[in-house]
């Protein structure tokens, strides 16, 4: 974790932020905007980040939510014609 830190820091430096990063920061940004966005499964997510438990993940991973609309039309698409909601 040493080698992630030295980079986190000089990132911080080329970029001139006024905020400090942190390597929690860095793993969140890995998991949300990097992997979950771009639609790789939680599963495999946490599998990459060595987490032997997918809770750990869910700790760093958070669901967006144009995200769940993206998964939910998604959704929506492959089920339309296999399924009919009524009304009440």
Partial sequence: ???VCRYTKEIEKLCKLDKKLTFH???H???TSVCLSQGIPIETLSQMMGH???RTTQ???EIIGAKIEED???LSK???DDYILTGS
Avoid: E, R
């Fill in 1 to 3: 974790m040493n080698v």
């Fill in 25 to 27: 920061m860095s793993w």
């Fill in 29 to 31: 940004s890995f998991a």
């Fill in 52 to 54: 032997q438990n997918i």
């Fill in 59 to 61: 700790i760093y991973a």
């Fill in 72 to 74: 939910m039309q998604l």
């Fill in 78 to 80: 492959k089920i339309k």
